[in-house]
């Protein structure tokens, strides 16, 4: 029968808990995982990636995925709440697998993780645990409300002039999801309104350019491309500017226009 001290065998029960609590990422089986990064921030609809290297004395038998959010398994991962994937063989006892994931709108501020268990053919095992952080993007702010708009400034003027018309007082603009765009006239519609048809908009990578493009309703050949300068872009407003070429009226062809969005009622 073991007999010790009672400090002895207080600090001999802590060492055999952490070692049976360990987990298995330095295996010394043969078994080596590292993660890089294994902790990223990004916005929603960003692909964000990283690699999982593996030193395996044996060969590797399989990664299985899991994902967690805020602490709790996402049983719709993969279809059936994990995923099975292969490493690529980078080398001797050597392998790599590079993941990556779109973050999603519905998960910012939420705690996501992502668990990868790594086996080989000789049954050994190792874990390593990504944690994934998704802010809200500009797109997600662009299409999850409607904006109606509440000015049009011409600023390159002195002093600056509102040239938003009365028609235009009732406009709602969509930003969609799907990167289509459309424009509510309401039931003040300007002479032209309806004249052409709205394609598609993007919001650049660093959100300081829109990009809006759309074709006339009576010749599909005839596509536009209107560029915005983002000055603002909060859930409570949007700012962006435009340059007009106005030398057909005598004007310069960078005038400058200023327009601003409130969430529509």
Known sequence: MLRCKPFACI???????????????????GLLLKLTPDNVTGKSGRIVEATLSITSATPVKSIVIYKTINLKRDNTFGGSGTETVSPVS???????????????GEEVDKL???????????????????????????QQIMY???????????????PPAEDMKECE??????????????????????????????DRWELSEDEKTLTQVYHSLFDPAAITTETYTVKTLTSTKIVMSQLIDLTVFGLTDHEEFESTFEPAP
């Open 11 to 29: 600090t001999l029960l802590l060492l055999l808990t952490a070692a049976g609590c360990k987990k298995d990422s330095n295996n010394e089986n």
């Open 90 to 104: 980078t080398g001797t006892d050597t392998y790599e697998y590079k993941f990556t994931y779109q973050l999603l």
């Open 112 to 138: 996501v993780g992502f668990n990868f268990h790594v086996e080989n053919n000789n049954g050994s095992a190792a874990e390593k645990d990504l944690t994934v952080n998704t802010t809200t993007s500009g």
């Open 144 to 158: 999850s409300r409607k904006w109606k708009l509440i000015s049009r400034m011409w600023i390159s003027v002195t």
């Open 169 to 198: 007082k009732d406009d709602v603009y969509s930003w969609n999801e799907d990167s289509t765009y459309n424009i509510n006239f309401g039931s003040n519609a300007c002479t032209f309104d309806g004249f052409n048809v709205f």
